[in-house]
């Protein structure tokens, strides 16, 4: 089951890819939420090693908002494209 929900994360992801950028916002956001869950599950169904790859390709992914979170919770400067 937890292969099936992975898969769908990953398809849901491309899709959201393919939205216009206006409509990125609230499905990116469901799925930065949901990733996390999803790899702690890996962590403890397969193993850390599967968790800490499933990571950096979470990070890959989403490098551009996890920059933008860090950089509003370290309170530097957020430039926001027009």
């Known amino acids: 089951m937890l292969l099936w ?3 769908g994360w990953v398809f849901a992801s491309a899709l959201v ?3 216009p950028m206006r409509w990125h916002y ?3 956001v469901a799925l930065l939420c949901v990733a996390p ?3 702690s599950h890996i962590a403890l169904a397969v193993g850390v090693w599967a968790a800490f790859g499933a990571l950096l390709a979470f990070g890959s992914m989403f490098r551009n908002p996890l920059r ?3 950089k ?3 309170g530097q400067m957020v ?3 027009q």
Do not use: D, K, N, Q
Request: a neutral charge.
């Open 68 to 70: 933008y979170f860090w």
């Open 72 to 74: 509003r919770l370290t």
């Open 17 to 19: 890819a393919l939205l």
């Open 37 to 39: 869950v999803l790899i």
């Open 26 to 28: 609230v499905p990116g």
């Open 5 to 7: 929900l992975c898969i």
């Open 79 to 81: 430039e926001i494209p």
